[in-house]
């Protein structure tokens, strides 16, 4: 072999030791951060723990999981806790989906639960219907209330929460 062809071998194999170390840290921090980032958008299997009831998924505005529950068995009637720290509460408290969804005001969730016979009673109809109309929230309104009401019959009733 010539000395200029030993040359630049020894130059192309001088970085393999280099390649052999940073390869593998480089491979170790993408998988971390596509975890990292599965885990904060909720998607995928690296997520965080998934909702822990019905009530849970609605307020998270996951319709999967809602779907999941709801397929499962999950009565969309029935009261179920909220994780500590869902819609400001610091303690588990009892929701029923419909009014889950009917407080984060998300029309979908809505929908989807009345679609699957989601309903509340009479008396939290009114506080629920009101508490919408207070935030403006016209079209989740007519979705909890009906035609039958105006969001003119809240009127002075403040937010009932």
């Not at 491979?27 to 995928?44: D, H």
Request: aromatic share 6%.
């Amino acid at each position: 072999m010539s000395e200029k062809r030993l040359v630049v071998i020894r130059r192309s194999t001088a970085y393999l030791p280099l390649l052999f170390v940073a390869l593998p840290v480089v491979a170790a921090a993408c998988f971390m951060a596509i975890v990292s980032l599965s885990g904060w958008l909720k998607v995928g299997p690296f997520r965080a723990a998934p909702p822990i009831s019905l009530s849970d998924a609605v307020v998270d505005g996951d319709a999967a999981a809602a779907l999941l529950w709801i397929r499962s068995g999950a009565d969309p009637d029935g009261l179920y806790p909220l994780t500590p720290g869902h819609m400001g509460s610091r303690e588990p408290r009892l929701v029923r989906p419909l009014e889950a969804a009917a407080i984060v005001g998300d029309t979908y969730m809505i929908e989807l639960v009345q679609r699957h016979g989601g309903t509340l009673p009479a008396d939290d109809v009114q506080r629920v219907a009101c508490d919408l109309a207070a935030r403006g929230k016209d079209e989740e309104f007519r979705l909890i209330a009906g035609e039958l009401w105006d969001p003119g019959t809240c009127a002075g009733q403040g937010d009932p929460q």
